[in-house]
């Protein structure tokens, strides 16, 4: 990354009259920022898990998809046979289905089309797996990895099929890249076989791990060394009614045994339909647990309260029947911090974890409102507080940032104390530009605010041309001043949603988009990241003439210490047109060095990135002079600047 002195910013060289004067107390502490401060909402929407973060290349692995046969084609060279769905008619069982594929001649097999085609990497190793079971005649397996040309970039060959069930493995290496390859599993020879679970995924996943995480994904993340992790929602917790809500006991265990269901927002948008769109559970909660873990952020599952969407069914559990619903919430404590000698924590440890998750935070329901919600969730505090008062429950406000809805369910959480409510906010740029006071009067001894989803949006959700544009992201920036000066009633924030498949979209805009192979940050995740890395531990006042700013001339700021790094950190949007000359006194700190590192961010307001400029708009590092106490500079138009002074503190 470049990083240079910028002489024409150094103190001196703006005109004094134009010149904003800003000082910072770093001696006058405000509020202690909350670890938990920036984080990350994650959903499995727009093909955030299967076909995203889970690199699983396989669709409908395991033929139970309500159409057994979506994403598999048949295929022939010179060969003859048939596929026929066999259900082992086990009802309790994950995963009912296979295929029996008999060959009566040649070669004859079956294709899957992966998600919107396979991303496959030259030179890459890849890990191909299947459950299969031989019957009669003698049947050789042999698989390979073609392009859209038909053109073949990979193979491998299977030999000794049991003729009881068994995973049977291969590695291979490829010859050539493909943004949307496809995976032909060949039969040879007379005979039949069943086959299950049929599997492909790239060594090289996070952390190597095997049958893991799409690594780039991951990096975008661990890149923002977010405070937290919320999952699994979203709306996907509530499901459209209750049969497809979420349930994280079915998302643990060995993989083949998680029955998948359909994902809640396939068929959601008329106008952008993905009814191939399931949820397996190949990242599940164990799986959310884990990478909460590698990031070092606390993860925060989101459990369904006995509701389903209100946008949707709006079904509910009679409020007599809500022990099952509650039960869950207690096993899921005891399957993140139980000991390995308790039931669920038996499993965790099984799983590969026998020491605890450290789960702190529990959000009950997602975005619900009005008496039925309120009465759902006293029943789970009621039980949750008596057995685990260690753990902070997160209510929630509902979908929107005020009205009716959004004020009966403070009043309520008010009165019996709430720890955190969630609030969301999809609202226009200039929403986010009003609002940047909005806690400034809230009561500061209530609940705090998880500010849960939010983002500025262009135009109406799902319109293709809602983008991630830098105008919305400026806005945000501008708003998480705000946040970030009141951090003493907000105590989390995440953007939302968080990823995009390119093809396959449900809802836009979206922090990180990608396709198969490639991925980029948005002008918003660059914001998100910015502000997450620059956190410090204790909120400063940053004040002109005494008062914050929060609009003046198109100022906003904030500031934080790092008590434990020794820094001042400034974090100040321009959003207006023009550029900005300002001086900032450093106030109560004793400067360690002459040079202040500056974080920028700038762009038109329609400046975007995309997977073929994924830098478009990225941050610029620069180095500036501080002369005294002051650091002088000249924010451009349109931008977030984040000044980095190193300083020994007071205490
Ligand atoms: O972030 C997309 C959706 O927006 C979430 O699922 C839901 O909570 C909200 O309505």
Redesign the pocket.
Known sequence: MKFFVLGFLVFGSLSSSAQKKLTVYANKPVAEISPTMWGI?F?D?NFGADGGLYAELVKNRSFEFTTPLMGWKEIKQQGNGRILVVNNGIESSGNQRYVQVTVDEGSYGISNEGFRGMGIQKNEQYNFSVLARKGHGDIKMHIELVNMAGKKIGEASLSNLSSQWKTSSVSFTTTDTATKGRLNVWLEGKGKVDLDMISLFPQNTWKNRTKGLRKDLVQFLADMKPGFIRFP????VEGRDLSNRYQWKKTVGAVEDRKLIVNRWNTEFKHRLTPDYYQTFGLGFFEYFQLSEDLGAEPLPILNCGMACQ?NSGEVVSINDMDPYIQDALDLVEFANGPASSQWGRLRADMGHSEPFHLKYLGIG??QWDEQYIERYKEFEKVLQQKHPEIKLVAAAG?SPDGPRFDYAWKEFRKLNASLIDE?Y?QAPEWFLKNVNRYDNYDRKGPKVFAG?Y?AHSKT?TQFDNRNNWECALAEAAFMTGLERNADVVRMSSY??LFAHVDAWQ?TPDLIWFDNLRSYGTPNYYVQKLFATNKGTTAVPLLENGQPLSGSDSIYASSVIDKKRGEVIIKLVNTSSTSLPVTINIEGAKLSQKNAAVEQLYSGKMGVNSLDQPKAVYPVEQSLTIKEKTVALSLPPLSLTIIKVFAALTK
């Open positions: 909402f959903e929407i929602g979203g709306c996907i946008y997602n975005e979908p969301h999809y989803e983002a959700v939302a949603p809802w």
